[in-house]
């Protein structure tokens, strides 16, 4: 377990492997630990970073610093702090409107890019997300955590084939503070990164899982209109988390992603 302290609190992450450095970003409600499996992978080879963001995991948790924008200054924060000039930035759902967020203001810092069922647009976030950005609704689910983790565990086939998913949100919600809760999704529901992809100039990918119900799996579209250098990998037995429902294709296309020399 590895933390720096930062102006907006503790920023835990965890590191595994040598190497040239790689990042992994976590999406809403989620922590560093849905990359275990991915860091033993990659850590054959690479020396893996899997950050928590602000307030989710056992980063730090003080106000006002949960915002899509904030998370972009904490991943840059961090690689300031040890010294990472660039890097290959990897993110699911929430951490790939981030990643790609970063190498828009910050391109000196990502090498490559790749998304994991990430929105492009907040809008194409599932309706039940959306909602959760208000903050009277919010507030009754935070209050009622019951009622949500009854949900996750009656809802998860529909969303992974990972039979411990609702144990591991299980771990992660007990972690997360109203503020984190409300302030991340919202934030998300009004990202829309479309006029600004064109922008981003070095090698992208976007891994989209078909049966996805937590984002529109049509978010690819937007990635293969605006980004020059982009390339698009489709799941088709897979939901929103694609290194959970087909983990042996994940790992061998991100591989092979990685691998790819940069023109």
């Known amino acids: 377990m590895s933390s720096i302290t930062t102006d907006q609190g503790i920023l835990h992450y965890e590191v595994y492997g040598r190497g040239q450095p790689i990042i992994l970003l976590h999406g809403w409600l989620g922590s560093w630990g849905l990359w275990q499996k991915t860091m033993a992978e990659l850590g054959q080879h690479y020396r893996t970073y899997a950050l928590d963001f602000w307030g989710f995991g056992e980063s730090g948790r003080k106000k006002q610093s949960f915002a899509v924008d904030d998370f972009v200054e904490m991943v840059d924060q961090f690689m300031e702090h040890l010294g990472i ?22 391109p000196n810092r990502v090498q490559k890019v790749t998304t994991i069922g990430s929105p492009i647009d907040g809008e194409s976030l599932a ?56 302030i991340s999704i919202a934030t998300l529901r009004k990202t829309n990164l479309q ?49 959970l429902d087909q983990p042996e294709k994940f790992i061998t296309t991100l591989k092979d992603f990685l691998e790819e020399e940069t023109a």
């Open 127 to 182: 309706l039940l997300l959306k909602l959760a950005g208000q903050r009277w609704i919010a507030s009754i689910v935070y209050h009622s955590m019951w009622a949500l983790r009854l949900g996750i565990r009656i809802y998860s086939p529909f969303v992974t084939k990972e039979p411990r998913w609702p144990e591991m949100m299980d771990r992660d919600l007990s972690r997360t503070t109203l503020e984190s809760f409300l």
């Open 85 to 106: 000039v660039q890097a290959p930035v990897i993110g699911h759902s929430m951490g790939g409107t981030v990643s790609l967020s970063l190498a828009i203001k910050y």
């Open 195 to 243: 006029p600004y992809l064109s922008q981003i100039k070095i090698p992208a990918m976007g891994m989209y899982g078909k049966k996805d119900v937590i984002v529109n799996p049509n978010q690819w579209q937007p990635m293969q209109a605006h980004i020059p250098n982009v390339r698009i990998e489709r799941f088709e037995d897979a939901g929103h988390f694609i290194m």
